[in-house]
């Protein structure tokens, strides 16, 4: 028996190939390939017993998918004799026939593991093919094997060939079809196969309920869950924790309640994994007093309850009480981590309080979280909105592995604050690290860009967004939008507004603010229409830029049906800034007595800015007496406002000179 090491078999086939033996090297070569095979056979797939043909190979390399034939007329002497042993013949016993089955299905099942799906996938042909069962593991293996790697037409095909062997009636299966359909983003699919099953159990009804609320259909999968009640299914606490948060979603509070009722019912609400959900469900819905007594009422908190309720508070503006919860927290033991301190770092930007977030950065330090990048991203953030960006910065150099995020936080810290050369310069920065920016980089980089109007490098990053494929993104394009508008490239703006296939409320008012900046009343009113008529519902910003649009333009009529308009009409409550819109409106047109008239019927108080605006227009139009009367209102709120000194004293003097 001639065996070589697999160093010189190369050799010599390399030799044999200069010589132009090509029929030598393929026997070289095979002979190579059976010694991989005996020297570790896992690494080969055996499929003898369910040959297409006998062109099919009878093992096959998991990698290199290279063949080997046990008939082989390339078959070394030794390889012969070494493999008739292992040749399948007629009379195989039953028995043997299930171990080959069985260890198939282990096959399938580690290809599945091993993210190999088209391999998995064609061994399973070939059993189906030869009227052959593979045991259901090796179809859920293959099915989660989809699901990690989101391949939805591998996943089709699985489907077809659990139809053809015909163990779609297995219920665990189906489930985990769903499972699969739904994790692919494909509810349609996931539904039909829901349809289509015999029975279902609570484990059905949570796939499909799941499905629908990752794929954000959260109104369908709470109706689900009633469905599933009325089939006379007994929900369990995962099934509860899904449409819980399906409720705070789209901020379902009544159905959040009734869910409530049932969890009690049931007897889950002492769970500490559905006490925080339900507490997390109250505080998006806006009902922060239920949200506290629920967690008040839970018999066992652990760090996700505290860090939810605290969250809870943040979000809601209410930072006293999210910090007297995490006094509260050390006091009974609960060691506070990451997400606890975002949550705390996130209450004090809200109001930007410097004093509490430099606390907190104390305890963070003390807590041994200072050099943790979501962490240092918040408190990045805190600083830069605190106006104390070299403190920003300092938490920024002090964090070595630093990611996209913590990059972005970086740059919008320095655009926020109209530092947008240091910006550039941090971009130029993150570029050398070999950081890839995300679209949340572009559009704090295009804000940077519009704070100092460079025009230039804004549309360098116009080229970049093209190459880097953030194009079409909408968030991105309201950012350039803005941009060209704030350089005074009105037309770019306008040809990036109109490229922008799926427009939100963000890129209209982005490009409605354009032409106001650029005092172009009819166009702002032609696109608020056009808005309105493609189905998007202005805010109050958008209303606000339209105002000022029309303001700047002299559009006064115009502009006061729009104001009546977003008040009866669009039912967006007013605020004094479009108030101040409406005092600027009518006193650029010299309607003085109309506009003081009008603060004087506001619902609400008028605040120093709504009187600087009619004093400003008198001094414009030269109305002394108006003048003076909201000069006296400016100095009973705010006593020390030099402008408004400087605004009747010229008033004054222009009225003595005339």
């Avoid at 029975?199 to 999968?221: D, K, M």
């Avoid at 190459?467 to 803005?482: M, T």
Wanted: with cysteine; charged share 20%; net charge neutral.
């Amino acid at each position: 028996m001639f065996k070589a090491d697999q160093h010189s078999l190369i050799i010599f086939a390399k030799l044999l190939m200069r010589a132009g033996f090509g029929h030598a090297v393929r026997v070289v070569k095979t002979e190579q390939l059976w010694q991989d095979f005996f020297s570790n056979p896992s690494q080969w797939w055996d499929n003898r017993f369910i040959k297409k043909s006998p062109k099919y190979p009878d093992f096959k390399h998991k990698s290199t998918h290279e063949g080997l034939w046990i008939e082989g007329w390339l078959n070394p002497n030794w390889v012969k004799a070494k493999v008739s042993t292992m040749a399948l013949g007629q009379s195989q016993s039953g028995t043997g026939l299930r171990s080959r089955v069985s260890n198939f299905g282990n096959n399938v099942s580690k290809a599945s593991e091993e993210g190999q799906l088209k391999e998995a996938l064609d061994m399973l042909e070939l059993m189906v093919q030869h009227n052959t069962q593979a045991p259901i593991k090796a179809y859920v293996a293959l099915l989660k094997g989809c699901i990690r790697r989101k391949a939805l037409a591998e996943g089709r095909r699985a489907h077809a060939l659990i139809v053809q062997s015909g163990l779609f009636s297995d219920i665990f299966l189906a489930n985990t079809l769903i499972e699969m359909y739904g994790k692919c983003s494909s509810v349609f699919d996931a539904h039909k196969v829901f349809n289509a099953m015999p029975e279902h159990n609570v484990f059905s009804w949570t796939a499909i309920i799941l499905a629908y609320a990752n794929h954000g259909q959260c109104q369908e999968a709470i109706s689900l869950f009633g469905q599933m009640q009325q089939a006379g299914i007994a929900p369990d606490k995962v099934v509860f924790v899904i449409v819980l948060k399906a409720c705070a979603r789209i901020a379902a509070l009544e159905q959040g309640k009734e869910l409530h009722s049932q969890i009690i019912k049931y007897g889950y609400v002492s769970d500490v994994i559905v006490g925080s959900v339900l507490v997390d469900m109250y505080a998006k819905c806006g009902d922060i007093e239920h949200a506290h007594q629920v967690f008040n009422n839970m018999r066992e908190r652990n760090v996700v309850s505290w860090n939810t309720m605290i969250a809870g508070y943040a979000e809601r503006g209410l930072w006293k009480e999210a910090l007297a919860l995490y006094g509260r927290m050390g006091k009974e033991g609960v060691q506070p981590n990451n997400v606890t301190f975002v949550a705390l770092l996130k209450a004090c930007t809200s109001i930007a309080s410097l004093e509490q977030g430099k606390q907190l950065h104390s305890h963070i330090i003390k807590s041994g979280f200072e050099s943790d990048v979501i962490v240092g991203s918040a408190l990045v953030n805190m600083y830069a909105k605190c106006k104390c960006i070299d403190h920003a910065r300092q938490v920024f150099n002090n964090i070595h592995e630093r990611d996209v995020v913590l990059w972005n936080a970086m740059i919008a810290g320095y655009a926020e604050q109209g530092l947008g050369k240091e910006a550039l310069a941090l971009y130029e920065q993150m570029k050398q690290e070999d950081i890839q920016p995300t679209n949340v980089t572009y559009v704090v980089l295009l804000k940077a860009c519009a704070s100092i109007a460079a025009l230039e490098q804004g549309k360098q990053f116009h080229s970049y967004i093209i190459k880097s494929g953030f194009e079409s993104d909408v968030i991105v394009g309201s950012a350039l939008v803005d941009m060209y508008a704030k350089c005074g490239c009105i037309e770019n703006a306008s040809q990036v507004f109109n490229n922008i296939h799926k427009r939100d409320v963000v890129s209209w008012t982005a490009m409605i603010a354009g032409y106001a900046q650029e005092g172009l009343g009819k166009e702002a009113l032609t696109l608020l229409k056009q808005m309105q008529r493609e189905g998007t519902k202005p805010n109050e910003v958008t209303y606000l830029n339209v105002l000022s649009a029309c303001s700047h333009s002299g559009l006064v009529d115009e502009g006061c049906q729009v104001f009546n308009s977003m008040c009866k009409d669009q039912g967006v409550t007013p605020t004094v800034d479009h108030y101040a819109c409406i005092v600027d409106l009518l006193g650029r047109a010299g309607r003085l007595a109309d506009a003081e008239d009008f603060i004087n019927k506001m619902p609400i108080q008028p605040d120093a800015v709504v009187w600087m605006t009619l004093l400003g227009a008198a001094r414009n139009h030269g109305h002394v007496e108006i003048g003076r009367r909201a000069f006296d209102h400016v100095m009973e709120l705010e006593p020390e406002n030099a402008v408004a000194y400087l605004l009747i004293k010229h008033l004054c003097s222009s009225q003595e000179e005339g």
